[in-house]
């Protein structure tokens, strides 16, 4: 039963943390490099993500600088940029592209907020599903006889006060990225 419990708590982290790279992903109106993480590029026959192919920083708050080893690449990054439709026009000095943020509307933050509260119900979701994945799992072990009632019972506690911890989690985080993106 305790391996039962560990593999359910497992599973809720995992769910968790594919909800923050979600979080991640969000345009907050703020220079992020993860905007640029699923950019690929073909690179001498091979897709190849940005990140191996040139420098990315983040010299202002609203401002990515994507700086290419290879200057032959710099028109093929700056089409795939534009392509990855991340909300931001690259703009190509023939040395780097320089990618500006532009502040959110008070409507495009409001419908940010919606999204993340979309994502947020998606992961307390996930967690409900594994909760009553491992409830049945427990239900047959009880069927089986390889507990008794009285563990049956325990284990159903357990794997609600983890259910409860990890809707608790969920919830804070997305309080917490609702107010940085209203924040102006």
């Known amino acids: 039963m305790e391996d ?4 359910l708590e497992m599973k809720m982290e995992a769910a968790f943390d594919a909800m923050l790279g979600k979080y991640t992903k969000t345009r907050t109106g ?3 490099a993860s905007a640029l993480e699923n950019i ?3 690179y001498y026959g091979a897709t190849t993500p940005i990140k191996q192919l040139c ?7 609203r401002l990515i600088v994507v700086q290419p080893w290879d200057k032959s690449t710099l028109s093929d990054i700056e089409r795939a940029i534009h392509a990855s439709n991340i909300g931001v026009t690259p703009e190509n000095d023939g040395n ?3 990618l500006p943020f532009q502040p959110l509307t008070e ?6 907020v919606k999204q993340i509260k979309r994502m947020a119900e998606e992961g307390k979701v996930e967690i409900r599903n594994i909760r ?4 049945e799992s427990l239900k047959k072990m009880e069927k089986d006889s390889d507990i008794s009632e009285d563990d049956h019972k325990k284990g159903l506690k357990e ?26």
């Open 4 to 7: 039962l419990i560990l593999e």
């Open 132 to 135: 009553r994945d491992g409830n």
């Open 96 to 98: 780097v592209i320089r």
């Open 159 to 184: 794997i609600q006060d983890i259910t409860d911890l990890w809707t608790e989690k969920i919830s804070d985080a997305a309080v917490h990225k609702e107010k940085e993106i209203m924040e102006v």
């Open 40 to 42: 690929r590029i073909e």
């Open 107 to 112: 409507e495009t933050r409001r419908e940010i």
């Open 55 to 61: 420098n990315i920083s983040i010299p202002e708050p």
């Open 30 to 32: 703020r220079a992020n």
